[in-house]
C-alpha cells in the first residue's frame, strides 16, 4: 500500500492508496475513505476534501531504474531514505517494498523488480540521494552477473593519480544546503558508513555519511553554513 504525506495550502494529510485498477482508485486520507473513478476525460469530477477546492494530488508512481546486468536498482529521483525494511541476505518477492523515499513532502515506496535476494545495501536511512544513485543490489534469475575485471599489474601511482587519490578522501557537499550540525572534529577516527554531518536541504534533513574510513584531518564548515553542490566538508587522512 503506498503511503503519502502531503501538504496543502499548510494542512497536512495521510494519503494512503488501498486499491488501484485502471477504472477506479480507493484512497485513505486522514481516516476517511475516498473511492475515485478513473475516466478518459480529464475534466471528470473527483471527490475533493472538506473545505478544499480542489481535488488532492497524489504523489506520482515511482519506477527505479533497474540494471540487470550487475542487479543495481537506482533511486528514480532525488530525496531522503525514510526507511529500509529489508537487510542485507533477505529473500524479496517481486514488487515488495524495499525501501521508502521522502521527495517533494511526499513518501513514495520503492519495490523490488524481481524475486531475489539482498546482496548488498549501499545507503542508510536518512541518507540524502540523487537520481540514479545506486540504492542496493539484487541477486537473482534474472540478475545477468558482469564478467570479472580483468586482473592488472599494480603500478607504482604518478603524480595525478596521487592528487586523485587525495581528492578522493574529501567529503563534497552532493547538493546546496545548510549545515545543521557536525559529528565530528580534527583528530577522529571515523569509519566507512559513519555519519559525518546533518545537512537540510529541499527543507529535508538528511545524514551525510563518511565514504572511506580514515582519520579526521580538516572539518571545513560549521554548523550554520550555507554550502554548494561539491564544496568541501570534510577531509579524512590515512
Same mark, same amino acid.
Given at each position: 500500500m503506498r503511503k503519502y504525506k502531503l501538504i496543502i495550502n499548510g494542512e497536512r494529510y495521510q494519503a494512503h492508496v488501498i486499491?488501484? +485498477? +485502471?477504472?477506479?482508485?480507493?484512497?485513505? $486520507?486522514n481516516g476517511q475513505e475516498y473511492l475515485v473513478q478513473i475516466e478518459d476525460d480529464a475534466s471528470a469530477a473527483v471527490p475533493v476534501l472538506g473545505g478544499q477546492d480542489k481535488a488532492v494530488p497524489l504523489a506520482p508512481s515511482l519506477s527505479s531504474g533497474f540494471e540487470v546486468s550487475g542487479g543495481e536498482l537506482h533511486a528514480p529521483l532525488p530525496g531522503v531514505i525514510v526507511s529500509i525494511p529489508v537487510k542485507e541476505g533477505d529473500e524479496v518477492k517481486k514488487g515488495q517494498t524495499v525501501m521508502t523515499i521522502e521527495a517533494m513532502k511526499m513518501e513514495s515506496e520503492i519495490s523490488s523488480p524481481i524475486d531475489g535476494k539482498i546482496r548488498k545495501i549501499l545507503v542508510k536511512e536518512r541518507s540524502l540521494v540523487q537520481e540514479g544513485d545506486v540504492l542496493l543490489i539484487l541477486e537473482g534469475e534474472e540478475v545477468k552477473t558482469p564478467p570479472p575485471a580483468p586482473k592488472t599489474q599494480r603500478k607504482t601511482p604518478t603524480e595525478c593519480e596521487q592528487l586523485a587519490e587525495k581528492a578522493e578522501r574529501i567529503l563534497r557537499a /552532493? $547538493? /546546496?544546503g545548510t549545515i545543521l550540525d557536525v559529528k565530528v572534529s580534527p583528530g577522529q577516527m571515523v569509519n566507512e558508513g559513519d555519519v559525518a554531518l546533518i545537512l537540510e536541504a529541499m527543507k529535508m534533513e538528511s545524514d551525510i555519511h563518511f565514504n572511506l574510513s580514515g582519520k579526521v584531518v580538516m572539518v571545513h564548515v560549521s554548523r550554520g553554513d550555507s554550502v554548494q553542490e561539491g564544496d568541501p566538508l570534510i577531509e579524512l587522512g590515512e
Open positions: 486499491e488501484y +485498477s +485502471s477504472n477506479h482508485a480507493k484512497l485513505n $486520507i /552532493p $547538493i /546546496p
